[in-house]
C-alpha cells in the first residue's frame, strides 16, 4: 500500500503532479521543475521531505556504537552538531548514505534514505551490542526543508531560537510557530536552508505558515524534481543512482567522510585494502560538449571500448548546460578528459570538468 505524508493533500491543492516514489506518494513538480529550481537558486524553495527516515541510537554505548557501523568520525561531534557520514557494508559499499544528528552525549539521530529505512534499521539492529539501543522513530516525525538565499529570512519570523547562531551543519531545539523542532542548517541543493523536524500534526500548520509568509517574497513549493536536479548540481550523491551496494565510499569520491585514524569500523578492513592497492574507478562529473542530454543509465565509450554508464545526468537549469555523473577508468578521470555517450542511439561528446558544477557564493 502507497504511504502518504501529512503533507499530502496540501500538495495535491497546490496542484502538484503526485508520482509513485519508493512506496511513498509524493509531489514531482509543482509549477514546473526550471522554475521551481530557480526558485532555490534565487529566493526559496519549500520541500517536503517526510518520507525520509529517522533512527534513534541511545545508551551508555552510543557513541561507540555509531563509530562502529558509520565511517566518519562520531567523536567529533559535540552535541548540536551533524555530520554527514555513511552505513558501511564489510566490503566497504554502501548500506546507506546518511546524516548524524548529535542530540545528546549518549543519543544520535540518523536521518536515512526513504527507500532504505527498513533495510538501515535491520541492519543496526543486527549489529548492536554493548548498553545502546535502536529504535525506529520515523512514523514520529515530519520533514520540510526551506532552501534558498531567503530561507533563514522567511524561517526566522516562526522560531523562537536565533537562526544566525545555528552554523552549517548544526541544530537546535526550538519551536515553528506552536511545535516542538530540531531545527537544522542542512539540506541537499546546494544552497543555505534548514531541515525542521516535528511531529506529523504540526506539518500541515508549519508547511501554511512558511508557505505563505515565503510566497510573495518569491518562494515556491518544490518537488522531488528540483529536488534532483539541485543536488546534482551541487554533485550530492543520490543513493540508488550515484551510490549503492556494489559501489565503495573511495570510488565514490567521499574520502572526506572516511575516517581512517579513528580506529575500527564495519568496511574498514576492504577499504585500507582498496586504499593500499589503489580504486579502478571513480565517480566524476561531466559536461556534454555535444548535443542532447545524458540521463541515468546511458552507456559510455572510449573508441568502442564501453567505458561506463551515466548514474546521474540531466539539464541543468540554474547552468543552463548538460552535466551529469559517472564512473570511468581511473586513467580517464582527470579534468579534461573526453568520451562519448550513447544518446538514444547516436554518440555524443562529453569531457570530465571539476565538480561541484555549482557552489554557492557565501
Known sequence: MIRKTPL?????????????????????????????????????????????????????????????????????????????????????????????????????????????????????????????????????????????????????????????????????????????????????????????YSSPESAPDIWNMLYEAGTPKGLKAAGLAARDTLRLEAKMALYGNDIDDTTTVLEADLMFILKMEKGNFIGREALQKQMNEGIKRKLVGFEVTGKGIARHGYQAYAGDRKVGMVTSGTFAPYLQKSIG????????TAVGMEFEIDIRGKRTKAIVVPTPFYKRKK
Open 8 to 196: 499530502n493533500e496540501i500538495h495535491k491543492k497546490l496542484g502538484a503532479r503526485m508520482i509513485e516514489f519508493v512506496g511513498w506518494e509524493m509531489p514531482v513538480q509543482y509549477s514546473g521543475v526550471i522554475e521551481e529550481h530557480n526558485a532555490v537558486r534565487g529566493k526559496a524553495g519549500l520541500f517536503d521531505v517526510s518520507h525520509m527516515g529517522e533512527i534513534q541510537i541511545r545508551g551508555r554505548d552510543a557513541l561507540a556504537f555509531v563509530q562502529k557501523i558509520t565511517c566518519n568520525d562520531a567523536s567529533k561531534l559535540t552535541v548540536g552538531k551533524v555530520q554527514y557520514s555513511a552505513l558501511v557494508y564489510p566490503q566497504g559499499t554502501f548500506v546507506d548514505d546518511i546524516l548524524v544528528y548529535r542530540i545528546s552525549d549518549d543519543e544520535f539521530m540518523l536521518c536515512v534514505n526513504a527507500a532504505n529505512t527498513n533495510k538501515d534499521y535491520e541492519w543496526i539492529r543486527n549489529h548492536l551490542n554493548g548498553s545502546v539501543e535502536a529504535v525506529n522513530r520515523s512514523t514520529e516525525y515530519s520533514q520540510i526543508a526551506i532552501q534558498g538565499p531567503l530561507a533563514q529570512e522567511i524561517l526566522s519570523s516562526f522560531v523562537n531560537a536565533d537562526l544566525t547562531s545555528i552554523g552549517y551543519y548544526r541544530f537546535a531545539m526550538g519551536k515553528v510557530g506552536k511545535w516542538d523542532a530540531i531545527i537544522s542548517r542542512t539540506g541537499y541543493t546546494g544552497e543555505d536552508g534548514f531541515e525542521i
Open 325 to 332: 555523473l559517472i564512473y570511468l577508468p581511473l586513467e580517464m
